[in-house]
């Protein structure tokens, strides 16, 4: 960054670290130790809707690279796509390999620009939700808890627990104003 940037500033856009999605599996079991959260086996990948034949066949490639496993796709009321995989809850590693690979492969197609998040869901014995969620823009993690099927509260309290005690395993967004609510996300 040069003088006349911080002058105005201006600062470099931060690139995404799609690797750092392997480092959700030790974060699983920092929650599950620590907040008793486990993981639902549910991760999904959210980017603004793109329909038509290069869609299709880029689903088809994703197909394939998930060894035949097709993710679901589901659209939101807010004009995104998640395309959701499943795995069983005790494969975290997988499921953040499948994650990653789906990144990659919408990445390489060109739709990165397109891309929003990603999310790993986990859940309480009593039942809370809990994602993670992976800002592909800022290249950083946050917690969302949602208290309600409204859509109208969060729990802020066990978001910034969570922060503290996954914050030396992922890298965390620090402007909590940027720790958006995905409301309805897949496996939370």
Known sequence: ??????????SKQVQP??????????AALTLEASA????????????????????ARLKADVTTLLGGSE???????????????KREPSQMSEL????????STLEEAGFGP???????????EDGRGLA????????TFYPFAPLDAQRQDRDNALELQVR?????DLPIEADVTRWFPVWGAPGV
């Open 1 to 10: 960054m040069g003088l006349l940037d911080a002058l105005f500033g201006r």
């Open 17 to 26: 670290n799609l690797d750092a999605l392997f480092a959700l599996p030790t």
């Open 36 to 55: 008793q959260m486990h993981p639902s086996g549910v991760g999904a990948v959210c980017f603004r809707q793109v329909e038509g034949g290069p869609f």
């Open 71 to 85: 993710p679901e796709e589901i659209h939101d009321d807010y004009g995104y796509t998640w395309l959701v995989v």
């Open 96 to 103: 953040c390999t499948d994650l990653h690979a789906v990144n």
């Open 114 to 124: 397109s891309l929003l998040c990603t999310t790993i869901g986990l859940r309480s």
């Open 132 to 139: 993670l969620v992976y800002l592909y823009k800022r290249g």
């Open 164 to 168: 503290a005690l996954v914050g030396g």
